[in-house]
């Protein structure tokens, strides 16, 4: 955990403490970044920038609240910002379908964190992006939809489509790893 006499000395731009705040973090917000952008040297590249922006807006953490959770929203901003330079967050006209979605998923309970990473990989960007949004970070569909350009019924649509795509890429790996029963 991050004390706040390290983070008073960040933002004193004291080298030392910046490495050692980055060093006790990196892995983690590297994680944040790795779920929104596939290629882990560009993820690398995004987290990099978005410590950037940790250190030079610093003195906006007031102290009140939870300071990896602030800089996870930075790491979150950065890699939205990097898909959307690059031109991934293109999305299809939204689907009038009437898709059922199914009420229980039955999710692998022993699935590790590179599987899921696997998984999320699989799905196109936008699946990926809106997943990760509401899913891991807890954001509404309203907040998605301003935060990507998209209308809510979008991102509602993403989501319900990035859910069937992994619970089908599950279903698939539970059959390939199914023992062969005669």
Not at 20 to 48: F, H, P, T, W
Not at 101 to 119: C, P, R, T
Not at 163 to 178: F, G, R, V
Request: charged share 25%.
């Amino acid at each position: 955990m991050v004390t706040s006499e390290l983070i008073e000395k960040c933002k004193q731009f004291d080298r030392k403490a910046q490495k050692e705040l980055y060093e006790n973090y990196s892995k983690q917000m590297l994680g944040v970044c790795r779920r929104y952008v596939v290629r882990v040297d560009e993820a690398e590249d995004v987290m990099i920038e978005g410590f950037y922006k940790v250190f030079s807006q610093l003195h906006q953490f007031s102290g009140v609240g939870n300071f990896e959770g602030w800089m996870r929203k930075i790491m979150v901003n950065e890699s939205l910002m990097h898909l959307r330079k690059e031109h991934a967050l293109k999305y299809a006209n939204e689907l009038t379908h009437n898709h059922q979605q199914a009420e229980n998923y039955d999710v692998v309970a022993e699935i590790n964190s590179h599987e899921i990473l696997e998984l999320l990989d699989s799905l196109s960007t936008g699946y990926r992006t809106v997943f990760n949004l509401y899913i891991i970070e807890g954001y509404k569909h309203q907040e998605i939809a301003e935060m990507l350009g998209i209308s809510e019924n979008t991102s509602k649509t993403q989501l319900m489509m990035a859910k069937e795509k992994m619970k089908k890429l599950i279903l698939e790996k539970q059959n390939y790893y199914k023992p062969y029963s005669s």
